[in-house]
């Protein structure tokens, strides 16, 4: 008699990639550190020999999709957030249909990015900064929320400073010219420092006006450094063809940005924000002395709003 052949048994690995695979729902939550890693596998997430076999584990199940067509959204797994979020929920943090409920989550609230095929070192990076951006904007909403209003005439110092920050960066975007331009908003607050950033190209001769939408970030955090009271500066990087790049920016002081002149320009670019020690000057980078500002006047109060200090 014939002996029966027997199908080859999945290794632990491939049955691993399954689950992973099957967690799947159009999305996946990575974890993208070694301790949130090992903090998961006790909530029941697939187990691998180490963080870095989960990540190129991962890696393998992403690419093998985009082959087959299948678009994939990733999304950070923070164990603090999913635990919030199941017990805000009434879900069990151990159970698969969980983790695909919060990766559901990340995808409804904007916090997730397209798999294209590259390597997954750069989309955590970009989730990283995507994280950041999303914690920055929620904070400075904070302190909008908690303006409250002018005891005066009742306006809303939120939307005032809203207002008036929308104002300066249309303001900024006209003095700067014509060309290629990066700004950056800094301000400190007691939670650490809030960064925004925006780019516009103007062509010559035309009036620019920043698209609300892609400006929100910046505008909410110059609106909180005004309505709080903040230390604050604007700083903006211009490109244009055969030319240097140009550095100029401005300090918020009596509710408006007053220009900054070429040395404080260079020392707020070239000194790192959190040693102090100095950073060597790009070659090829011009910094300036920045136009003074004339934003329209407008009809709403000053509420006595100011910052303080440039940040770099």
């Known amino acids: 008699m014939a002996r029966q052949r027997t199908a080859p048994r999945p290794d632990r690995h491939s049955s691993r990639l399954d689950r992973v695979d099957r967690e ?164 400190s607050t007691e939670a650490g420092p809030l960064l925004a950033e925006f780019d516009i190209d103007t062509s010559p001769g035309t009036s620019p006006h920043p698209e609300e939408s892609a400006a929100l970030e910046l505008v909410t955090v110059l609106a909180a450094a005004l309505v709080a009271r903040l230390p604050c500066g604007l700083v903006a990087r211009t490109s244009g063809p055969d030319t240097s790049d140009a550095v100029r920016g401005w300090r918020l002081r009596e509710h408006t940005l007053r220009p900054l002149t070429a040395a404080e320009v260079f020392d707020a670019y070239c000194t790192d924000t959190e040693s102090g020690d100095p950073i060597p000057p790009e070659p090829g980078v011009d910094y300036r002395a920045a136009p003074v500002l004339t934003p329209p006047r407008t009809p709403h109060h000053d509420h006595g709003q100011e910052g303080e200090d440039a940040q770099g």
Do not use: K, N
């Open 24 to 187: 799947l729902v159009g999305a996946l939550a990575l974890l993208a550190e070694e301790e949130d890693y090992h903090r998961m596998t006790r909530y029941g997430a697939p187990r691998f020999r180490d963080h870095a076999q989960y990540l190129d584990s991962a890696d393998t199940v992403l690419r093998s999709r985009a082959t087959r067509g299948r678009r994939t959204r990733i999304g950070l797994l923070d164990p603090e957030e999913y635990v919030a979020f199941c017990a805000g929920s009434g879900l069990d943090p151990g159970r698969p249909e969980s983790r695909q409920r919060f990766t559901e989550h990340l995808v409804e609230t904007g916090a997730t990015l397209p798999y294209e095929d590259r390597p997954l070192t750069d989309l955590l990076t970009g989730l990283a900064q995507l994280a950041l951006r999303r914690a920055t904007f929620a904070y400075a909403g904070e302190l909008l929320d908690l303006a409250g209003r002018c005891e005066e005439c009742g306006e809303s110092l939120a939307r005032a400073a809203f207002d008036r920050a929308s104002e300066l960066l249309t303001a900024a975007c006209h003095a700067l010219g014509a060309g290629r331009h990066h700004l950056v908003c800094s301000t």
